[in-house]
């Protein structure tokens, strides 16, 4: 229950394509989503992030879409450039009982968009 | 360069070392993670801590890892007798206490263990 389920797995846009990544959870108690991106060797950066009162949220050529009730969020990457080649990452923010804060992360999107 | 660090960033070493590895956080930020991230894989969640004190270990944090962030400031990661099992990149994050949640990542610490 506890898991982020991410597809597709890997992903090749041509370059000024639309670039869409989805994840999907179970578990209710998530409260915030975020979107990493990850260059090889390098830790993940911050990209976007929603919390689960708002359906879209853009920031530049990137958009969230959460869809609550069915329990999906999607990352759209409007005009897409082969600098974004990249692995995304989805997460959701668990907050225990013992106060805790952690995110639960999908398993990857390894995006190339081709020249 | 404010983000957080970690060193070293790469570390090779033999089965049954013992390695510590280190995290200096974004310094206004008071809460503090550590993930593990295999090839292929997202990060894993290992532990948290909010200050000093630790609130939260991972069931995949075996005896043999150890967590410590002495006075709410840097913190410090070290498994004992390594096993090959354990190469991966060791990621650490850290948050402020209010807003948003927003995690922001280091460069991470890759080890090999041989």
């Known amino acids: 229950q506890q898991q982020v389920k991410q597809s597709p797995q890997s992903l090749i846009v041509q370059k000024g394509g639309i670039s869409i990544i989805n994840c999907a959870y179970e578990?209710?108690?998530?409260?915030?989503f975020p979107w990493y991106q990850q260059f090889p060797g390098k830790g993940p950066a911050l990209l976007i992030a929603?919390?689960?009162?708002?359906s879209e949220k853009k920031e530049g050529r990137f958009t969230i879409s959460f869809n609550k009730s069915a329990k999906q969020f999607s990352l759209h990457i409007m005009d897409s450039q082969p600098g974004d080649s990249a692995t995304y990452f989805c997460a959701a923010n668990l907050r225990t009982t013992s106060g805790t804060y952690k995110y639960i992360f999908g398993t990857g999107t390894r995006l190339k968009v081709l020249a | 360069d404010t983000g957080v660090s970690q060193n070293p960033r790469h570390k090779i070493t033999k089965r049954g070392q013992n390695v510590t590895f280190r995290c200096d956080p974004i310094?206004?930020?008071?809460?503090l993670y550590w993930y593990r991230q295999t090839l292929g894989q997202g990060p894993e969640f290992l532990t948290y801590?909010?200050?000093?004190?630790?609130?939260?270990k991972s069931r995949l944090l075996s005896d043999r890892f150890s967590a410590e962030r002495p006075k709410g400031s840097f913190s410090t990661l070290e498994i004992q007798r390594t096993e090959q099992g354990d190469s991966a990149m060791y990621l650490c994050a850290s948050s402020l206490s209010r807003g948003f949640y927003e995690q922001y990542f280091g460069p991470g610490t890759r080890l090999t263990v041989t």
């Open positions: 578990n209710t108690a998530f409260d915030y």
């Open positions: 310094s206004e930020h008071n809460r």
């Open positions: 801590f909010q200050n000093e004190a630790q609130l939260e």
């Open positions: 929603i919390r689960p009162d708002v």
